[in-house]
């Protein structure tokens, strides 16, 4: 029997779920594995340092299990993680091996979208403290002005079934506010966290229609699709059977009860320590 060699989505919880979907929309006929840290969610508090090691073993562990690519389907891993892993750990785990963030698929074409040149982002506070997202505009749209406004109570929101509670809209609208506040000119805000695709109608329901919203699921997925066209000698290691493999590092029950909110159809995973 042929060894499945998988694409690989890592996330540290349920967001990088809402990646998946649109990864898998678009390119059905490959393999995939799911990984989300449950366990030790949230990773938008923690230190760079500790979202480091964890991403790092999460990447491990997806390439142990047959990954050629990984994609770091979550922004604070993303922001804090990525880079330290392809420059100094990829050339020593195996230099053919790739792993791939959100954040440059996003802040690549977010020039073309604006048009006054007043970007929002909603993140967590780790991207936000980052700066990854002002880093990464000041090279692909040096002219935008980027403003930024963590959102410490949409996770646990989201994760909890209450951000379409009244309490919990009222957080939402808040914190939209408060960006907006920040600077009138914006036309267009990025959902810089995978979980916040759940809350895209809504607060499209609270803003101006000048204003667009944009999650980053379809854009991964394209900037992707793209990325294995251009790199065909890892692509053609890729299997295409179309299996969907989902792990969790907290309780699988508990995960798929979850699970099918962000990824729109009832997901089986399995747990997994790391």
């Known amino acids: 029997m042929k060894k499945t060699v998988s694409i690989g989505v890592f996330d540290s919880g349920y967001g990088g779920l809402t990646v998946l979907s649109e990864i898998v929309n678009r390119l059905p006929e490959y393999d995939y594995i799911y990984l989300g840290d449950n366990a030790r969610a949230p990773y938008g508090t923690r230190s760079f340092e500790v979202v480091y090691d964890y991403t790092l073993e999460a990447v491990k562990e997806l390439f142990e299990r047959g990954c050629e690519l990984v994609v770091l389907a979550c922004n604070t891993a993303s922001a804090k993680a990525l880079r330290s892993i392809q420059q100094n750990d990829l050339p020593l785990i195996d230099p053919n091996k790739r792993v791939l963030g959100v954040i440059r698929p996003s802040t690549?074409?977010?020039?073309?979208?604006?048009?006054?040149?007043?970007?929002?982002?909603?993140?967590?506070?780790g991207t936000v403290k980052s700066e990854s997202y002002v880093i990464e505009l000041s090279k692909y749209a040096p002219t935008v002005k980027v403003?930024?406004?963590?959102?410490?109570?949409?996770?646990?929101?989201?994760?909890?079934?209450?951000?379409?509670?009244?309490?919990?809209r009222?957080?939402?609208?808040e914190d939209v506010n408060s960006l907006l506040s920040k600077d009138p000119k914006i036309d267009t805000i990025v959902l810089a966290c995978t979980h916040y695709p759940i809350l895209k109608e809504y607060i499209e329901s609270i803003l101006p229609s000048t204003v667009k919203v944009i999650s980053q699921g379809a854009i991964v997925a394209e900037k992707l699709e793209d990325y294995l066209l251009r790199n065909t000698a890892l692509t053609t290691k890729l299997t295409r059977s179309g299996s969907l493999h989902f792990l969790t590092t907290e309780s699988a029950t508990e995960f798929d009860k979850k699970a099918s909110i962000f990824f729109g159809k009832e997901v089986k995973s399995e747990h997994i320590k790391l």
Not at 108 to 125: N, P
Not at 170 to 173: D, M, N, Q, S, W
Request: proline share 5%; hydrophobic share 45%.
């Open 108 to 125: 690549e074409i977010i020039g073309d979208l604006t048009q006054s040149g007043h970007v929002g982002i909603l993140a967590t506070e």
């Open 147 to 168: 403003v930024q406004h963590a959102c410490p109570m949409w996770v646990p929101l989201i994760e909890n079934h209450r951000h379409d509670s009244a309490a919990g």
């Open 170 to 173: 009222l957080f939402i609208e």
